[in-house]
């Protein structure tokens, strides 16, 4: 038998020691490096061993490579092909991470039982009868779709020679292990190595294959990043546990834009997608109430109009807090200060609080003009009416500066009814090509002027 060798692993960035040591040299964690045992025999290739011919990749002439292989799969669903920039490539990696509970194996069981490929779904986590409990909850029940509850990557591709899927998930890499290496699943070099095994696999076949990952308390792909440089697509499903709606992402796609956002529901019956998503984030209540104002954000190449609410309030304690949900906290320290000084306004001793309705967390710097105006409408009690909405940045002279795309948000305004939007002065826009009001404002004291008089 050959040596037992070991080797010790970062846990946290899978950065590789001869020793133990107290702290990572690459990552700087503490604790994080563990023994591992890796043993150098001879590695398993994902074939039943005599059928790996020798081949050599030769050379091509750019020019003569076909692309026509590259035909997506569709997964219908819609919400899903546009995050992996319109359907599943042959061959391609995809790693899908969150945090548990979330619903990724749901969504993949889902597209499982949608598709109208053969395709193998392998759980590690879930027997036979749970998931087919779950299916009959979300899907009718599909002819093309087969579950395998296996772990050792050897069985699972002796059963993938066998029934030849279009299509393979794994529910989750963390419990995947390989005859290669003796450590235990999960750990670095396991996880390393099975992805390696179905990278080639994938490769060499041209099935797409879907990874699912957990992900750790920092929001990290658990174990190691070295995952996601190995996957060709890395996927983030996110939301609030307690709120019904997911949105799922892309981190990293080499075939298509990161920019892309997918939006479900999670109801009783699996994960709904949601094709409008501005119409469920804008609270439907006809009760005009202070401290709410709307945005017109983009997220990717979507136009999402999205509720923000503020509370201002008189500081009970010492400290005023400020609170922040779904929204930058510095960001909403900042609007806060150029409110004091460049539109004279007293917050400094009132506690402010925002959230961003629907539970979700959206990075548009357009956003700025709907918190000032929620701040302003929380402070001094006056609604703003519902059927006027923003989409400006401010700056720290309050300024009130343009925004990428402003046609978009207009005519995405325009669609769902709005009256009025406003925006920056600075922004160039044809004129009288659209039904919509729009204000033009320069500075922060003139919103203000025009909001409240
Ligand atoms: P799950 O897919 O098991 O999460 P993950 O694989 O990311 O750990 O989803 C679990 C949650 O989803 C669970 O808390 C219940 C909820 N859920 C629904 O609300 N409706 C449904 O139809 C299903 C299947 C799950
Ligand atoms: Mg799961």
Redesign the pocket.
Known sequence: MAKTKSTFFCQNCGAQYAKWQGQCNSCKEWNTIAEEIIQKAEKVSWKSAESTSKRVAKPQRISEISTQAEARLNTKNNELNRVLGGGLVPGSLTLLG?E???????LMLQIALQLPYKTLYVSGEESAQQIKM?AE??QPISENCFILTETKTQNIFRNIEEIEPDIVVIDSIQTLHTDAIESTAGSISQIRETAAELIKFAKETGTPVILIGHITKDGNIAGPKILEHMVDTVLQFEGDRNHIYRILRANKNRFGSTNELGIYE?????LREVSNPSEILISKNDEELSGTAISATLEGMRPLMIEIQALVSSAVYGTPQRSATGYNAKRLNMILAVLEKRAGFKLGAKDVFLNVTGGITVDDPAMDLAVVAAVLSSNIDIAIDKRLCFAAEVGLAGEVRPVTRVEQRILEAEKLGFTSIVISKYCKIPKNNFNINIIKVAKVHDVVHHLFG
């Open positions: 969150g548990p509970g979330i619903g990724k194996s749901t779950r909850r979300i999670m109801q009783g019956s699996g």
